[in-house]
Structure formats: structure tokens, C-alpha cells
């Protein structure tokens, strides 16, 4: 079996269509208590646990969608906190990412395959957009023009993913249905997106070991299943329509961080217990940067691809459930606005992250019911009058490394501001042509 993996770059640092201003002026002198050099140790912090109630979704506006601009990528904005401020409730001290471009492209790929009914509309009611009268076409090419904005900086072809960000797509039904081929055809065409059927009712293992397997291929073995041992524990025995997504991103930073002075220092968790573990270190001239005492510090590091940045939310101590409830799109936009470069004495923990995540009970807080039901209608994927195709799971599994370079370092200048991410902190990826966000997460242990 022959399997597809499409890779898209993108990634950003104002949202709404705000963009940052020029360099501003940078203080002139650095704080007193500022080391010169990357040799002396970060301050200690501590954090304290915090509790969450489960929110509610961010009610908003349908936003018009069309060819000529981006308005689509303020949607998935608003599918990307909606998405994180469930996920932030449920996953309470837990470590989590996911890529908002991928799910939207994979409830996109489910809407197609549903018929004009209560199913579809659920699927695109999740995020913000009037889909009146648009065609597939249109839909397909707003993605396309905000996952291939840097697509000319060039990609290798599978299995090898590149150093920036890649995704696939996958859609997997149960074996012996009839499939409607204008359907798969449309799916390949427009989203990039491939229908694969497996026998979950008669062999449930060797179907679970083919997803897994398709992972492994698609990834060059980077990531090695899609389905881990909770996910299929909690399978129904009934498995209908799985929707399998996966991303992987390994920034390249434009000013990377050096091995030598990477160190064991303390992170202190989002329980308060403090753990030793290897922090990077660079003190950079030129970053973007911003802080409110009260709430947070932010960062944004430019990556070696045009566009791409990767940005750094670090709240104050005891201060990430109110960063997280706060982090709708008019926020970031109103912050990132607010950026000005600094020379910033920077550290982050060396760090891979996978994320394995069912979505399911997610997308059901954010109103996705009847697509899991008995009453889902997707005919326009199976016209099966027995045992109607209804979706069971949707499988998302995102992996970001944050590392290090052999490299040798630049000169050192004089610090004008302090980000020690020696505690909890949340992370954005960004596309800052197309205000798209390709990766959110968040790190609270390790």
C-alpha cells in the first residue's frame, strides 16, 4: 500500500490581520541585575497548581469566507482557542499540542463526505465561517494559500519530514462498504486527503496495526503509531468512520540555541514540584518582545523560513489558567501589536513533545453531536442503507521538538530584557503572511 503525506509550511505572529510594527526602540541600558554572558544561572520560580472550570466556546460572528482573501484563517484562530480552552480543562496538568490547520482541513474533509443535514452543519459550525454558496474549490483554495505560503523555500518528497512542519491526512472506513468514488476523488484533489478501508469489525488488530503502520511510513518512523494503547482501549467495538490526522514540527530558529550552554536547571511544574532538566540558553539581539507584570511575558523567535515564527507566552507565576482563558484572537492581536525588539537573556527548556489525541469528546463540547450518533448522515462517502457510516473518532497526533545546534555562537551582547521559561508556558506557531496557526501547545512538566 502506497501512502501520501502532504507537507505545507506556515506560522505567524499577529493574528486578525493585524500585523507587528517595525522595530521599536529597545531600552538602552540592561537592568543591573543582568548577567553579560549566558554563564550565570536563571533566577528559580515557582508555580503554583491552578484550577480550571470548563469553558465555553468563544461565541462569534459568521465570518465571510472568499477567494480573495484570508478570512478563513481567523476561523481556524477561533477553532485554535475554542480547541485549547477545552483541552486546557480536560488535560488539566498535562503537557498537550495540536495543529488548528490540520483539524480544520480534517472536519472540512468529514463535511464534505455529509450530506446538506444536521451533520454538516455541526461540522462547520465548530468554526466561525458563512460556507453559503462557497464551493469546495473556494474552501480548498483558502487552505492552500495558507499552507503553501513559504511552500517555495522547497520540500524532499516522503518519508523524510522536513525540518519545519508536515502533515497528513487520512480517512479510514470499515471494509465491504460501497464508497461513493466522487467522493475520494474529491478529497485527493482538493485536500490532499486519502480514504482507506480496513476490516475493524472482523479484525480489529491488524486495522488498528494498519493505522499504525501508515503512521510509521508517513513519518519515517517518527511517529510510530496514532493509535496508543488508551486510544484503543477506549475504540467502541463498533468502529464506523475514523479521521486520523498527523503533524510534526522541528523549528528552525533563525538565531538557534548552542550546546554549550545548555545546562541542568530546575523547572518547576504546574504542580510546584521542581525538576531538573536540560535548559537552552541564548541571549539574542533583535526579538520581539513584550511583557504585562500582572499576566505574561512573550517572545518571538523568526525562523530560517520566511514567515515562520515561533512564539513564547511565558505567564507570571500563577497565571496560566488566566493567560489561557484570555488568549482569544483580539488578544494575541492586541499583543503582538505591542512588540518591541530587545536584546533578550532567553532560555527554554530542550524539549520533544508529542501530543496523541482522540478529539472526539472535544469537538463534542464544541457542539459536534449528530456526526457521532445514529443519526449522522454521511452518504456522500457510503450510500450503505445497513449499519449508516457515523464518525467514531477523530485522531490527531502532533509531535514539536524545540532544540538545539552544534553551531558556534555569535557574539554575546548586553541583555535588555529577561525570559526564563523555567515554569509553565504556552507556544504558538505561526504564519505571519497568512495569520495561521499551525501549531498550539503547552508545556506544564518535564
Known amino acids: 500500500m502506497t501512502y501520501r503525506i502532504i507537507f505545507r509550511f506556515a506560522l505567524l505572529i499577529s493574528l486578525c490581520g493585524v500585523a507587528v510594527p517595525s522595530f521599536l526602540n529597545a531600552q538602552e541600558t540592561p ?59 480536560s488535560q488539566k496538568d498535562k503537557n498537550f499540542c495540536f495543529s488548528p490547520l490540520l483539524l480544520a482541513k480534517q472536519l472540512t474533509v468529514l463535511r464534505n463526505g455529509a450530506s446538506n443535514g444536521k451533520t454538516a452543519e455541526e461540522l462547520f459550525n465548530i468554526f466561525p465561517v458563512d460556507m453559503t454558496n462557497l464551493k469546495t474549490a473556494d474552501l480548498a483554495e483558502n487552505f492552500n ?22 502533515h497528513v491526512n487520512a480517512v479510514w472506513i470499515p471494509a465491504n462498504y460501497p464508497i461513493v468514488e466522487q467522493y475520494i476523488n474529491g478529497i485527493k484533489t482538493f485536500f490532499h486527503t486519502d480514504l482507506y478501508a ?53 523549528p528552525r530558529l533563525l538565531t538557534p540555541f548552542h550546546q554549550q550552554y545548555t545546562s541542568e536547571q530546575e523547572f518547576t511544574t504546574i504542580t510546584g514540584e521542581k525538576k531538573k532538566t536540560p535548559i537552552m540558553r541564548q541571549i539574542t539581539p533583535q526579538l ?17 523560513e520566511e514567515n515562520l515564527y515561533v512564539v513564547v507566552f511565558l505567564p507570571a507565576t500563577g497565571k496560566l489558567d488566566a493567560l489561557e482563558r484570555q488568549m482569544t484572537p483580539a488578544f494575541l492581536s492586541q499583543a503582538f501589536a505591542r512588540l518591541q525588539t530587545q536584546t533578550v537573556d532567553l532560555t527554554l527548556p530542550k524539549t520533544t513533545l508529542t501530543s496523541c489525541l482522540d478529539l472526539t469528546p472535544t469537538l463534542q463540547q ?6 457521532l450518533s445514529a443519526d449522522a448522515d454521511f452518504s456522500f462517502v457510503s450510500q450503505s442503507k445497513e449499519n449508516p457510516l457515523k464518525l467514531t473518532s477523530l485522531l490527531h497526533e502532533t509531535q514539536v521538538a524545540i532544540l538545539e545546534t552544534a553551531a558556534q555562537p555569535q557574539q554575546i551582547p548586553k541583555p535588555t530584557a ?15 503572511k497568512t495569520a495561521t496557526p499551525l501549531i498550539v501547545g503547552r508545556i506544564v512538566h518535564l
Open 31 to 89: 537592568p543591573a541585575s543582568v548577567p553579560a554572558t549566558p554563564s550565570a544561572e536563571p533566577p528559580k520560580s515557582t508555580e503554583t497548581q491552578e484550577t480550571t472550570e470548563q469553558p465555553k466556546p468563544v461565541e462569534t460572528p459568521k465570518l465571510p469566507l472568499s477567494k480573495e482573501g484570508f478570512n478563513s484563517a481567523l476561523a481556524v484562530q477561533f477553532l485554535a482557542y475554542n480547541t485549547y480552552s477545552q483541552l486546557a480543562a
Open 145 to 166: 494559500q495558507m499552507s503553501t505560503a513559504v511552500f517555495r523555500q522547497g520540500i524532499k518528497a516522503p518519508p523524510n519530514l522536513p525540518a519545519t512542519f508536515a
Open 198 to 250: 480496513v476490516d475493524f469489525i472482523g479484525n480489529r488488530d491488524d486495522a488498528i496495526n494498519t493505522l499504525n503502520a501508515w503512521s510509521r511510513d508517513s513519518t519515517n518512523g517518527k511517529i510510530p503509531s496514532v493509535i496508543d494503547e488508551p486510544i484503543k482501549t477506549s475504540l467502541p467495538g463498533d468502529v464506523s468512520i475514523i479521521a486520523a490526522g498527523i503533524a510534526a514540527s522541528t
Open 288 to 304: 520581539l518582545y513584550f511583557e504585562t507584570p500582572e499576566l505574561t511575558q512573550i517572545v518571538s523567535l523568526p525562523c530560517v
Open 366 to 371: 464544541l457542539g459536534l453531536q449528530t456526526a
Open 418 to 432: 529577561l525570559f526564563y521559561a523555567n515554569r509553565p508556558f504556552v507556544f504558538l506557531v505561526w504564519n505571519v
